[in-house]
């Protein structure tokens, strides 16, 4: 076991866990973070997406021991109030039907407008690529990104 200094969401949380314990286990079982979702346990799905310093993780394969100082955003402090751009554009075009990869999805879809404000269709396509959402909103999934794009 280790000691780990984490920032998660804008405060400093203290962990005592194992240096390869993945950050997914860490925010669910140590943290009481439970937005972000198990899905395949082998960064396949993309249920389990954080940020980490504005990049989007798969954090059921990220160690705690690689996050260092790094600054971790989990789907709990992408907006206290849920009125971040995507997660305003995702209820106006009613992405979520089971809803347990949109966790995963949202995070994906923030970290590119962060980074690329105004995608074309093949820079959503990318980013996107591989959270799998077994409803299949793929479709709402890019109209809603297009508008969160237009409201940052």
């Known amino acids: 076991m280790a000691l780990y200094n ?3 969401n804008g405060k400093t949380q203290q962990v005592d866990v194992d240096p390869n314990t993945p950050m997914l286990w860490v925010l669910r079982d140590h943290l009481d973070l439970v937005g972000t979702k198990f899905g395949c346990g ?14 989007a993780m798969r954090s059921c394969q990220l160690p705690v021991s690689s ?4 600054k971790i955003t989990t789907i709990e402090g992408l907006s206290e ?8 554009a995702w209820m106006e075009h009613d992405v979520p039907q089971c809803g347990y990869c ?6 994906s879809a923030a970290a590119l407008l962060a980074q690329n404000p105004n995608p074309s269709d093949t820079d959503i396509d990318n980013a996107m690529n591989g959270n799998l959402c077994r409803c299949g909103t793929y479709t709402r999934i890019k ?10």
């Open 6 to 8: 984490l920032n998660i």
């Open 42 to 55: 082998i960064a396949q799905c993309g249920a389990c997406t954080i940020h980490m310093d504005g990049n």
């Open 67 to 70: 996050v260092g100082d790094s």
């Open 81 to 88: 109030s849920g009125d971040h751009p995507v997660q305003q």
């Open 102 to 107: 949109q966790a995963g999805q949202i995070m």
């Open 143 to 152: 109209a809603a990104i297009k508008t969160a794009s237009q409201n940052l």
